[in-house]
C-alpha cells in the first residue's frame, strides 16, 4: 500500500540534493580555493597548486597554535567530562528534583553572548595566576560548551534506567566508583563521546573566548587563521581546510569507538525455546 | 530464633505513609512473600531491607546486626529486580563475575563459581551471550543466578516475574522455590499475585494500605483469612453483610445465614459472612437433609475454567459466585439451589 505521506519521488530527490549542495558547497569552495591558483576571473580555478599549504606548514605559528588548539580542545573534554558525566549521574540517581534546574542552567550559556561572556571572565578573574591565563579559558570553553555534553550525557542516562542498575550493582557490592566506571559509563558512552566531539569541534574552532581571554599569550589556530585571512586569502583557505580535516578525523576516530562501543543488538529469542529446559 | 527481625518500621514519603508500624520475624532459610495491591508498601519494606530506603522508625536486624544504617553494597543482601537489571555492556558470565569481583573472590575462583551458579538455573551455554540476546525468562534466571553466587545472607525478589508471560511465569516460580529449598536461602519475594505466593511461598505477609493485614502459611491465609480484607483478596469470597443474630447466624437484609463461627461476636454486632465459591454445592433439585444453607436461584452466569466450572447465581438481590466440577452440566437461566456448610462460612467485622 501507498503511503501518502511520501509524495513523488523527484520532489523528494530534489530536496535532499539541495540540502547536500548547501552543506558541501562551502566546503568544496573551501578545498578548492586553497588550491587554486587565481580563482577570480573564471566559474572554476584556472590552475591548482599546493603552495598555499606550502605557506601554512611553514608559517612560524603554525605549529605552536595547532598545539595549543589540540591542547585547549583536549583539556576543555577532559574537564567537561570530569565535572558533567558524575553531575548527571548524581543528579539523576540522588537529586532528581533538581534535574529541571540543572536543565534551566545548561541554557543560560546559549543566552549569553560569547563576547559577553569572555569579558566576564576577564573581569572577575583577574588575579594572578588565572587571569588571562590558558586555565581561564579552559575555564571559559568548558562553560561555554557546557550545554552540548549535558545534553549528550543527560539523554543517553535518560535512554537507560540508571537507578535499577545502580542499584543493581550495588546489591552485588559495588560501590560508587565501580558502579560508574564499570556499569555506568559503559552505558552511556556514545552519549559521552558524541558530547566531547561537539566540545571538541566547538573549542577548536572557537576565536572569540581566546582571543580575548588569553589573546597573544595564547594563540589558537583560528587566531592564525583569522590573521591569515587578512594576508593571503589562499593560506587562509587552506589552513581552514587542515582545521576541517583534523576535527574530521577525530570525529571518525570518536565515533569508531561510539560504534564499536554499542553492540549490535539480535532479535530477542522467544521465552518458549527454553520452557520445560 | 528470628534471622531476619523488622522491628516497628515506618517510612514515609512527603508524609503520606509508605509503611506503618510493620513487624515481622523470619526464620532463617524460610521464603516469605509480601502479598498485597500495588501501593501498600511491600515494594518499600523490600527497599528498606536492601538498603535503597531508610525507615524512619525502626530497625532491621539481620542474624542479630542491626543493619538498618549499614549501606546497601556491604550488606551482602541479594536482589532481583522486576526489570531484571541485567548490565547491557557485560556478558551473562561478567555480569554473575561483577558481584563475586566486588567481593573480593580469589582471581582463579571467580569463574568456576560464575559457571556453577549458571548451571543451577541451567543456563550454561548462555555465559557469553549479551543480555540482549536472551528470552525475557532467561535474563530472569541470570538476574537469579548473579543474585545467588555472592552468596547473600538474604534474598530478595521484587516482583521478579511480572514482566514475563504467564507459561513463563509458571515455570520460573518452581525454578525459584527449587533453587532456595536446595541452597535454604533466607528469601523475601514481592509480589501482587496472589496464586504466586500462595504457591510458593512458606509464609504470606498480607499487606494493605501501608500495614499488615495478616500473617500466616498459604492455608491460614486462605482458609483463615483475619481480616475482610484477606479474605476478599486472597481467591474469591461471597459476603453477606449483616448483624449477628443468636450464637449461630448471620441476619443479612434478605437471609438469615447460619454459621459456627459466629459466637465470637456479641448479639447484633455488625459482621461480614464469607463463604468461598468452592465450600458451595449446586443442585438442579431442593437438597434434602442438609443441616447448612440452602437459598434458591438462577444461573446467571457460566464460566468454564477446564478442571472446574464458575457458577455465577442470582439469589433475588445478590449474585453467588460458585465453583462446580466441569462435567456438570448448567444452562443459562436455570434454577438450581445453592447450599453450604455453616463450617463453610467465615465471619469477619
Known sequence: ?277 | MAYLTLADISKNFNKNPAVEHFNLDVEKGKLVSFLGPSGCGKTTTLRMIAGFETPDSGVIELDGEDISNIPPNKRNIGMVFQSYALFPNMTVLDNICFGLRMHKMLKNQIVPKAREVLDLVRLSDTANRYPNQLSGGQQQRIALARALAIEPRVLLLDEPLSALDAEVRVVLRGEIRRIQTNLKITTIYVTHDQEEALSISDRVVVMNKAHIEQVGTPQEIYREPKTKFVATFIGTANEFHGSVCGKDSVKSAEFLIKTNNASLFADGDEVFALVRPEKIDVYSYKPENIDGNVLEGLVDTITFRGAETRLGIDIGEKVITADVPGKDVFSYGQRVWVAFDSNACQVLK
Open chain 1, 1 to 277: 500500500m501507498k503511503t501518502p505521506t511520501k509524495g513523488p519521488v523527484f520532489l523528494r530527490f530534489l530536496i535532499v540534493s539541495l540540502f547536500v549542495f548547501y552543506m558541501l558547497l562551502p566546503i568544496v569552495a573551501t578545498y578548492l580555493f586553497s588550491l587554486a591558483t587565481r580563482w577570480d576571473r573564471s566559474i572554476m580555478p584556472e590552475g591548482y597548486t599546493w603552495e598555499a599549504y606550502q605557506t601554512a606548514f611553514n608559517l612560524s605559528y603554525f605549529r605552536i597554535t595547532l598545539k595549543n588548539s589540540l591542547i585547549l580542545s583536549i583539556a576543555s573534554c577532559l574537564v567537561s567530562f570530569i565535572i558533567i558525566v558524575p553531575t548527571v549521574y548524581l543528579t539523576q540517581i540522588n537529586f532528581r528534583k533538581f534535574r529541571p534546574l540543572l536543565d534551566l542552567l545548561m541554557i543560560i550559556p546559549f543566552a549569553i553572548p560569547t563576547v559577553v561572556l569572555a569579558l566576564s571572565y576577564v573581569r572577575v578573574y583577574t588575579f594572578q595566576p588565572i587571569t588571562r591565563s590558558p586555565f581561564l579559558l579552559i575555564m571559559a570553553t568548558v562553560v561555554y560548551t557546557m550545554p552540548f555534553m549535558y545534553r549528550s550525557v543527560s539523554n543517553s542516562v535518560d535512554a537507560v534506567d540508571i537507578s535499577v542498575l545502580t542499584e543493581a550493582s550495588q546489591s552485588l557490592g559495588g560501590d560508587l566508583w565501580n558502579t560508574l566506571t564499570k556499569v555506568i559509563m559503559p552505558n552511556i558512552y556514545p552519549g559521552i563521546l558524541s558530547g566531547m566531539l561537539l566540545v571538541f569541534a566547538t573549542v577548536f574552532a572557537d576565536f572569540t573566548l581566546a582571543k580575548l581571554i588569553t589573546g597573544a599569550h595564547f594563540k589558537t589556530f583560528p587566531m592564525l587563521l583569522v590573521e591569515q585571512t587578512q594576508i593571503d586569502g589562499n593560506v587562509a583557505a587552506a589552513l581552514s581546510v587542515i582545521s576541517f580535516t583534523l576535527a574530521w578525523g577525530i570525529s571518525m576516530v570518536l565515533l569508531w569507538f561510539s560504534s564499536k562501543a554499542s553492540k549490535s543488538k539480535k532479535a530477542q529469542p522467544s521465552d518458549k525455546a527454553y520452557i520445560g529446559k
